[in-house]
Structures are given as structure tokens and as C-alpha cells.
């Protein structure tokens, strides 16, 4: 297809259309605006649309910058520059500023040309804008002549590094599409052959990190997130997956350093607070845990996890009141969601109040039914045990069929269909029936069954698992 060409009289159209179809112009790239000024963002966007570029207008930095690391498609970038102006003085520079910390993160992106766009300077400004980063000065109003020759200086400059953005940017595509798919080793072996090829780029190790979490090669994931720490110290997101690295090999002092370095740059991360939670939780440190599942909760009242963190850890200490407090105060924010009250009647039921633990689940089962699905199975089960607690064995063996109705193959029912039978004093062959139908679907239950001292009776009808070495 013949290229149209430009509107206007460009002097140079033949280097125009040659430079713009060598470099896929027209097909591939786009010119990034940022502007505050209208008048002149709409000027200068019709010429560069007469040139046949195609154009897309920012309204602020971290979208420009979202949709270079998104899309790798900016080739030029024209950005507003009012020096003589109180408000817009420092606009240009500042993002010039920006640009240059972005920049840091990719290399493969760093020479991305900024022009700054005026209506008038003085020599005194030029000297500032250059020291800034500006790769050129286009002053307004213009023609379509001085535009196209400032978009063929400042591109032309970067058409290596097009081809290559363009090159990486397929090897990336091609690794995102591995990950997607579960090849996490040949995702890693492209990451690492564009570091190798290109420098280490910061958004590259991430998702080199993040692949070889996925593949196990935990130590892998350390060393390439160190590496993004080692090249940006403020790089929040590496230092949490430092913290979750070392959280699953056990190190959980190493990863509170970690996880307390991103609430030094992020003081309102809820969710690392979660995280050091957490792992004092697992070293049984609970006043600890408790201290920083608090104020995670402070941070973020929305956060499921840390309500049912925290009612365990009060129901570990004896305090089912106050866990069942904690879960109540869950499910008032959403109602909807069905593991608050799942865990809810599961701590009524521990703190013995069995009567609220049916009308937890009545609840949760209206609730379900008004957002129009089916009650899980759990709600059901947590039914039937707080029934079997008050020796109300029918009505809890119905509870379970309901249940069953959903899941039909659930062993976990079906074990207690058999104990509420058992308990109930109904025949050992009715029993033993429903626990074999129970062992057929998942035989590593006669482990619970053989730990069960209720059911010693009945542990002549199944063999004891052989021990585990």
C-alpha cells in the first residue's frame, strides 16, 4: 500500500516517507505527547498527524511511562516547556527528571528522545534544558517543514536502538506467552538472553525473578531480585520478593528485613505488614504477630486474610470471643463473601456456642442465596458439627446430605456422615459402610480416623496405614 503523503509542503518528503517506512513509522510507533497547555498540544498534534504519524496524549507522566513499559511503542516524546512562566516554569524540566529515574529501570528505553515544546526562552534556559536530558527545543507556533525535520533529527538518531526495542520487545512477548503456558524454563532462558545481549534492565530481572519462583529455583529468584536492589535501592517490589523468597525457604528473619525496607519506601503496605505478621506467626512468636496483623488491619480494613490471621491467633490464646469479634467485623464489610462466615461458625463452634454457630451459617446461607449461587459445602459441614455437638444427630446427618447434594464426592462429609451415625448409636454396619465409601475417595483420611479416639471401636474394620519414615 503507497504511504499517503503529508498535507502541506514538506520540503523533504521523499527522506520523510523513506526514513518513516525504514523505521515501521507509521506501523509500529507512536509520538507520546504531555502537555498542560491545550492550544498548543492541539497545534502541534494536528501537524504531527498531517505527517501521518500516529499520536497518543498523556495527562501525566506515569501514564507515558505505563504505556512504555506496557507497549514499548514510543518513539518520540514531546513534552511542554513554559520557562518564562511562573506556574509551567519547571513542568518540562521536572519531567525531564522523571524520565531519567524511569529511564534507570530499562536501558533498552533510555534513549527515548524528549523534545520540549515552547512559545518563547531566553539563552539563559537552553542551558538547564540540556543538562536535563532535552534532546531538542521546538518552539510555537511552527510549520509542518520544521516539525517533520525535528521528528527525522531526533529519530533517525535512535533507529538502532529501534530495532532493537523492536527485537526485545518480541523476545518478551515471546517469554510472557511461556509463563502463561507453564514453560517457565524456557521463559527464563529469553530474560536471560536479552540481559545478556541488552545490559541488566530492572524490568527484565523482575520478570526473570518472578519466572523462576514459578519454576521452584528459589535461590535464582534472590539473586536476580538482589540484583534489581542492587541497581535501584528504592525498587519496592524487588525487596518484596526478597521477603516472600526467603519466607519459603524458612528464612524468616531475612525476609523481615526485607518486607521492613518496602514499608520504609511504602508505610501504608498493609500487605507486608501482613507478611511480617505472618512470619512471626510462624515462629510462634504471637504477640508479634498480633502487633503488626494490627496495624496491617488499621491500614487496610478490606484485607480477608488478616481478620482470619488474627482470630487465630486469639483463639490460640484461648480468646474465641474476641475471634469471633474479629470475623464479625469482616462480614459486615462483605457480607458476600463466603469465607468470613465459613470462619466465623467455625470459631463459634470453638468457643462452644453452638446455637449462634447455626445461625452464623443461616446467614451465610441467605447471603449466598441472595447473590444468587449455591452455599459452599462448608457452611453445610460447619451445620452439621455444631448440630452434632448438641447430640441433634439426624438433623445433622441432614445437613451433611445437603451438602453432599453440591459435592458428592467431598470425603470430608462423607467422614462425618459416619461419625454423626456412630455418635448417634446407629448399627457398626451402617457406619462402617459410609466410612469405607468415605476411605474410597480419599484413603489418607484413616490417618484421622486412627487418630479419632471416639472411633476406637471401629478401628478393627480398617487396617492402620503403615507409618511414614
Not at 526478597?242 to 525496607?261: D, S, T
Not at 464479625?328 to 465459613?342: A, L, T, V, W
Not at 445437603?402 to 448417634?424: G, V
Request: charged letters at 30%.
Amino acid at each position: 500500500m503507497k504511504t499517503p503523503e503529508p498535507e502541506g509542503n514538506f520540503k523533504n518528503l521523499r527522506k520523510w516517507n523513506k526514513t518513516k517506512n525504514a523505521l515501521g513509522l507509521q506501523a509500529n510507533w507512536r509520538i507520546g505527547l504531555f502537555f498542560y497547555l491545550k492550544p498548543k498540544k492541539d497545534a502541534l498534534e494536528k501537524l504531527l498527524k498531517d505527517l501521518g504519524l500516529r499520536v497518543t496524549s498523556f495527562d501525566a507522566p506515569e501514564d507515558l511511562f505505563k504505556r512504555i513499559s506496557d507497549k514499548n511503542d514510543i518513539v518520540l516524546i514531546f513534552c511542554d516547556w513554559e520557562p518564562q512562566k511562573e506556574a509551567s516554569s519547571r513542568i518540562g524540566l521536572n519531567f525531564l527528571c522523571d524520565y531519567k529515574k524511569f529511564a534507570k529501570k530499562n536501558p533498552v528505553l533510555r534513549d527515548i528522545p524528549v523534545v520540549l515544546v515552547t512559545y518563547h526562552f531566553t539563552a539563559n534556559d537552553l542551558s538547564p534544558a540540556i543538562h536535563h536530558g532535552a534532546s531538542d527545543i521546538l518552539i510555537m507556533p511552527t510549520t509542518i517543514d520544521i516539525v517533520g525535520e525535528k521528528v527525522l533529527e531526533n529519530i533517525s538518531k535512535s533507529e538502532e536502538k529501534l530495532k532493537i526495542l523492536a527485537e526485545t520487545s518480541e523476545l518478551m512477548d515471546r517469554a510472557e506467552e511461556f509463563v502463561r503456558t507453564g514453560n517457565y524454563r524456557a521463559a527464563i532462558k529469553i530474560y536471560e538472553d536479552v540481559i545478556h545481549e541488552h545490559g541488566a534492565a530492572v524490568e527484565v530481572l523482575e520478570k526473570q525473578a518472578e519466572a523462576c519462583v514459578r519454576a521452584g529455583q528459589i535461590e535464582d529468584a534472590i539473586s536476580c531480585y538482589k540484583k534489581c536492589v542492587a541497581i535501584e535501592k528504592s525498587n519496592a517490589r524487588a525487596c518484596q520478593g526478597l521477603g516472600n523468597c526467603y519466607c519459603q525457604l524458612g528464612m524468616h528473619r531475612n525476609a523481615r528485613e526485607y518486607y521492613l525496607k518496602v514499608l520504609e519506601l511504602e508505610p501504608e503496605n498493609a500487605f507486608v505488614d501482613h507478611k511480617i505478621g505472618r512470619t512471626y506467626l510462624m515462629e510462634n512468636n504471637l504477640k508479634a504477630a498480633e502487633r503488626h496483623l494490627e496495624t496491617a488491619l488499621k491500614r487496610n480494613p478490606h484485607f480477608y486474610e488478616i481478620y482470619e490471621d488474627l482470630a487465630r491467633i486469639k483463639c490460640d490464646q484461648q480468646k474465641e470471643g474476641d475471634a469471633a469479634e474479629i470475623l464479625s467485623q469482616f462480614i459486615k464489610f462483605y457480607p458476600e463473601d463466603m469465607r468470613g462466615h465459613i470462619e466465623f461458625a467455625e470459631t463459634l463452634i470453638k468457643a462452644e456456642r453452638y446455637q449462634d454457630a447455626e445461625e452464623a451459617v443461616r446467614q451465610g446461607i441467605q447471603e449466598a442465596n441472595k447473590e444468587k449461587y449455591a452455599p459452599p459445602v462448608a457452611l453445610y459441614n460447619r451445620w452439621g458439627i455444631a448440630l452434632r455437638k448438641q447430640d441433634k444427630y439426624l438433623a445433622a446427618i441432614q445437613k451433611y446430605e445437603l451438602a453432599l447434594k453440591i459435592e458428592p464426592n467431598n470425603p470430608e462429609i462423607h467422614f462425618n456422615i459416619a461419625k454423626a451415625y456412630f455418635e448417634s448409636g446407629e448399627k457398626t454396619e451402617i457406619v462402617v459402610k459410609k466410612l469405607a465409601a468415605c476411605f474410597e475417595i480419599d484413603p489418607s483420611l484413616k490417618d484421622e480416623f486412627w487418630e479419632d479416639k471416639l472411633l476406637t471401636p471401629l478401628h478393627k474394620y480398617f487396617p492402620r496405614p503403615a507409618q511414614k519414615n
